[in-house]
């Protein structure tokens, strides 16, 4: 355990349980294991040895599962929160389903690589956005191949035209954005990837779609909601950390990791 005054780093953790106390019943001796240490946690993940509490409703310290045999420690550690992310914006907040369109901006992070996956495998149209010819290439090259792929370095790119042509006119169905510029003269050069406005992405919603937002600042003006209620759209924010922070949610957060 590293003293109080000490600033534990790294919280997505993966190995093999060493010990197990008399009251644990879910993991034994030598299961490999992969989970995500909790904000207040004093232990640190890049620790060889690390004392952990199993899941249960009333207290967590760190929520393990069960590593497939085909992935590496580091792609498990790795991979955890972002799958984790993706998986919590496409089921929980944006109800995905067979046939919807999926918008996923910057497509190629870690993040978005998973969320484009997750979509495809549940049979999702998806489009998705590249801020670069390497990162574009990477995604065209993916099985099953995206409907269409975006790179927004290219000033010639208009994003809001280009879903509703590739949905026939009708929008699409989910957003996952990056961010999102909030004004017109917001100057997006400043920023280190080009981000769509934030009424590039009302254009090209679809009738009761999802926008799924890791703008934080996100403010929305009356026009902005208007809009968004004549589509009977709806706006959800996705925190990395809330399934950490909110107990409520915390008996769900086991399912989700075992998928």
């Known amino acids: 355990m590293l003293e109080k005054e000490s600033v534990p780093v790294g919280r997505e953790v993966a190995g093999v349980i060493m010990e197990v106390g008399s009251k644990v019943s879910f993991f ?53 929160r972002d799958g984790l992310s993706a998986y919590t ?20 992070s870690p993040f978005g690589a998973l969320a484009v996956q997750l979509s495809q495998h549940t049979g999702a149209m998806v489009i998705a956005t590249a801020y670069n010819h390497e990162d574009k290439q990477y995604l065209e090259k993916l099985k099953p191949s995206l409907a269409r792929v975006l790179d927004l370095s290219k000033s010639k790119v208009d994003l809001a035209e280009a879903c509703l042509e590739e949905t026939g006119g009708l929008g699409v169905d989910i957003v996952i954005d990056a961010g999102v510029i909030l004004y017109k003269s917001e100057n997006s050069i400043t920023k280190s990837q080009p981000l769509p ?63």
């Open 28 to 80: 034994q001796q030598d299961d490999d294991v992969v989970g995500i240490l909790p904000l207040d946690s004093q232990e640190s993940g890049l620790s060889e040895v690390l004392w952990i509490h199993e899941h249960n409703l009333d207290f967590l310290l760190v929520l393990p599962v069960l590593k497939p045999e085909k992935i590496s420690w580091v792609e498990a550690a790795g991979a955890v």
């Open 89 to 108: 914006a496409l089921h929980f907040l944006a109800h995905l389903g067979p046939g919807k369109s999926v918008l996923i901006m910057d497509g190629a």
């Open 197 to 259: 406005h934030k009424h590039d992405i009302i254009t090209l919603l679809s009738v009761g779609s999802h926008w799924v937002t890791r703008e934080e600042n996100l403010q929305l003006d009356p026009p902005d909601s208007h809009s968004l209620f004549l589509k009977g759209a709806t706006v959800s924010f996705l925190n990395n950390e809330i399934w950490n922070l909110s107990n409520a949610q915390q008996g769900k957060y086991l399912h989700i990791l075992s998928v």
